[in-house]
Nanobody, 124 residues
Framework: QVQLVEFGGGLVQAGGSLRLSCTAS????????MGWFRQAPGKEREFVAT????????RYSDSVKGRFTISGDNAKNTVYLQMNSLKPDDTAVYYC?????????????????WGQGTQVTVSS
């Protein structure tokens, strides 16, 4: 079992930046990938970015590519999501997730553990 806790959400104006962080505790050695998903009201949870802890491979959704950066600090069991040039369409609850699968996946079903979520609101 792994526990994930997110920090860093908030309210920001369009064009601004926020950095989310997610710290894992528990059996973190069995979690090879960590990712971020988001869910806006009335919409399904969607993939944002993912990070393979060994090797640092990353993947981004087309909607955030070039604006968001995912990175990790394995010593701290923490993954970050730096979000720049934020748009109102980025408004959602952002969830951190961890996976026992050692490959890139954009599907929520491939992630085993989830944080409680943090609200990001971008005003126009």
């Amino acid at each position: 079992q792994v526990q994930l806790v997110e920090f860093g959400g908030g309210l920001v104006q369009a064009g601004g930046s926020l950095r989310l962080s997610c710290t894992a505790s528990g059996r973190t050695s069995s979690r090879y990938a960590m990712g971020w998903f988001r869910q806006a009201p009335g919409k399904e949870r969607e993939f944002v970015a993912t990070f393979i802890r060994s090797g640092g491979r990353t993947r981004y959704s087309d909607s955030v590519k070039g604006r968001f950066t995912i990175s990790g600090d394995n010593a701290k069991n923490t993954v970050y999501l730096q979000m720049n040039s934020l748009k109102p369409d980025d408004t959602a609850v952002y969830y951190c997730a961890a996976s026992t699968r050692n490959y890139i996946s954009t599907f929520p079903r491939d992630y085993d553990d989830w944080g409680q979520g943090t609200q990001v609101t971008v005003s126009s």
